[in-house]
């Protein structure tokens, strides 16, 4: 792939909300500044499986005539939030690609858990594609006045998750209400940015302010405080996601487990440093470790200090080792030196390359058996057989319950004595 067609750093905001909390006319008042000359894309996340949020926005763009530098693509039928985590990949991948946008909105159904989105687009490899924006929340003054909603878990959670809360359908609540739906705001989520919203011009009410003043729909105050409204909502397309920091530190703190080294003659005063390395701040975080399951597949990655040295010929036996393994990939500091691993069960590349800010090992297993692996080689260059097996054996298979803390230990006692690295 040509470095011209990678896509990084596509501004990407998520407007979340309750189901029936009025996301869409949020997302076309967004949709209606869209500067003419920039392409934007839209995702739409929709629970059933029919699909209408992407034809009312598409109608009210072309009313406007933005819709030309909209693209809209609907994923029904579930919520993206599931655990696989696919549907939302190839639906951003897709949109990414074949329209190659300026700007990236997510609009997830009203049933999904903001959580699991945030934590979904916080994981390593959208950090470089999106550059995630302030989160969006979309509030209905009109739900929030009954306890069904101020009491239910899923409403309170989308505020909890909010960098800015837009409240609409407001304008009969008085101002003593609003102090109060202030506080409950408050008493989820003290850092978020309040954004009292304006309805179209054309439909909205006569309401009263917080002062008990009336503004009528047709008054020059009321088109001022509309175009302050959406100078302000346009303005968080540019703001960085707090909220999406926060889950990052989290997903690190989840996924980081105690790696260190068996010999405990580990030591600073013996750490080999090269002026020549990069140095970065990441390196303050290591080691870490993740591991997840994706359609029958068991991965895992580690990214560990650059001073650790493993025993080269005793790493690549361990790699082997591990159960039905398919591919495994990693830029490693050995005995051997700095060695960039790439092994599919056809083929073993073991190449010399520079050194690097961090080791980095990733696996991917093939759940269903716990035997060893069936990728079988005589030395680190040359496969020497390779047992098939059948799906049905496969699936008759219990799933595998690979202890990654005892493959943690393993991993970690390759790893030289300091006093024994040359």
Request: include cysteine; hydrophobic fraction near 35%; glycine fraction near 4%.
């Amino acid at each position: 792939m040509n470095t011209s067609s990678i896509i990084q750093n596509i501004p990407c905001t998520l407007v979340t909300g309750f189901l029936g909390s009025g996301k869409t006319t949020v997302i076309n008042q967004l949709l209606s500044n869209k500067p003419t000359n920039e392409r934007w894309a839209l995702l739409i996340n929709e629970f059933g499986r029919i699909g209408i949020d992407g034809a009312l926005l598409a109608s009210s763009q072309t009313a406007g005539d933005t819709h030309n530098n909209i693209a809209i693509r609907e994923v029904s039928g579930g919520c993206i939030c599931c655990t696989s985590q696919l549907p939302l990949q190839i639906a951003i991948s897709r949109l990414l690609s074949e329209h190659r946008p300026q700007r990236l909105i997510i609009e997830p159904t009203g049933l999904a858990h903001p959580r699991e989105l945030l934590r979904q687009l916080s994981e390593p490899h959208w950090q470089t594609a999106l550059s995630m924006q302030a989160v969006i929340t979309v509030l209905s003054g009109v739900q929030w006045q009954q306890e069904k909603y101020r009491s239910h878990d899923g409403f309170q959670a989308h505020v909890r998750d909010a960098d800015v809360l837009v409240i609409n359908r407001y304008e009969q609540l008085s101002a003593t209400y609003r102090q109060d739906l202030q506080q409950w705001i408050a008493a989820l989520n003290k850092q978020a940015k309040i954004i009292w919203a304006m309805a179209d011009s054309q439909t909205a009410p006569d309401f009263q302010t917080t002062s008990d003043s009336k503004i009528t729909a047709d008054s020059s105050d009321f088109i001022q405080l509309s175009n302050t409204y959406l100078s302000e909502l346009t303005a968080q397309l540019t703001k960085p996601s707090n909220a999406i920091s926060k889950q990052r530190i989290a997903n690190m703190t989840e996924s980081r487990v105690s790696l260190t080294p068996a010999n405990s003659l580990m030591s600073s005063a013996s750490i080999n440093t090269n002026n020549d390395i990069e140095t970065s701040s990441s390196t303050s975080e290591l080691p870490y470790r993740y591991h997840d399951e994706q359609q029958g597949m068991l991965l895992a990655g580690w990214r560990l200090p650059p001073h650790w040295v493993f025993n080269a010929n005793d790493l690549q036996q361990w790699l082997l080792q591990l159960p039905n393994w398919q591919r495994i990939k990693g830029i490693v500091n050995t005995s051997d030196g700095w060695l960039q691993l790439n092994f599919t069960p056809d083929s073993l590349t073991i190449n010399e390359t520079s050194a690097q800010i961090d080791s980095r090992l990733e696996i991917i297993l093939l759940a269903g058996s716990d035997n060893k692996s069936d990728n079988k080689f005589d030395n680190k260059n040359e496969a020497v057989t390779t047992v098939k097996r059948t799906k049905v054996e496969l699936n008759n298979e219990h799933q595998s319950s690979i202890e990654w803390e005892r493959c943690d230990r393993e991993l970690m006692a390759l790893v030289i004595p300091s006093n024994n690295q040359t």
